[in-house]
């Protein structure tokens, strides 16, 4: 949501740019280290680290969606009498949410790096600490299980994702030319 409101925000968005830019410069893997110092070996280091990861990949997509909404749609229904809540809500969010969704795609490969290389880094269990046990004691096998869970849960989220944006998509006219799915 920050994303958007920033976009449809000249001056937010002149003011915020440079703060944006200066976190955004600042490697989110190192921040692992420090999550687990600040957060301890838990689950919430973890997510720390993933939410990091993904943040500004859906930011940036999220800023450019509102961005890039058709003037002439929004021209038209402040024509009609649609107040700024209302475009943004009934147009704004709609059209920007193609390009939300789109980052996930990616952004959800992100957040399992950055869960992986939080346990890897510090945990008490989980897939990143069973996968560094394993590099520890040159056990391939536990590597391999490591790597096959991660791709089953990748590969099941990724068609999660999928659904969940044929679901809030399925207001926009089908694409002209043949539907190409990786």
């Not at 930011?59 to 509102?66: D, K, R, S, Y």
Request: contains cysteine; hydrophobic residues 55%.
């Amino acid at each position: 949501m920050l994303g958007i409101v920033l976009g449809r925000s000249r001056f937010l968005s002149d003011v915020c740019a440079p703060f944006i830019k200066a976190v955004n410069a600042i490697p989110r893997i190192i921040l692992a280290s420090l999550f687990i110092i600040w957060f301890g070996l838990g689950m919430q280091s973890k997510i720390a680290t993933a939410f990091v990861l993904v943040f500004f990949a859906v930011f940036f997509n999220a800023f450019q969606g509102a961005r890039e909404v058709d003037r002439n749609l929004v021209n038209n229904a402040r024509i009609l009498g649609a107040g700024r809540t209302q475009v943004l809500w009934t147009i704004v969010v709609p059209s920007a949410t193609s390009w939300i969704l789109a980052s996930l795609h990616s952004a959800f490969g992100f957040a399992i790096i950055g869960a992986i290389v939080g346990e890897y880094t510090g945990a008490d269990k989980g897939l990143g600490l069973l996968i560094n046990h394993s590099q520890g004691t040159f056990d391939a096998a536990g590597i391999y299980a490591g790597m096959i869970i991660i791709t089953v849960l990748a590969l099941l989220a990724e068609y999660l994702l999928t659904l969940l944006e044929g679901r809030l998509l399925r207001w926009r006219p089908a694409a002209s030319g043949h539907d190409v799915q990786l």
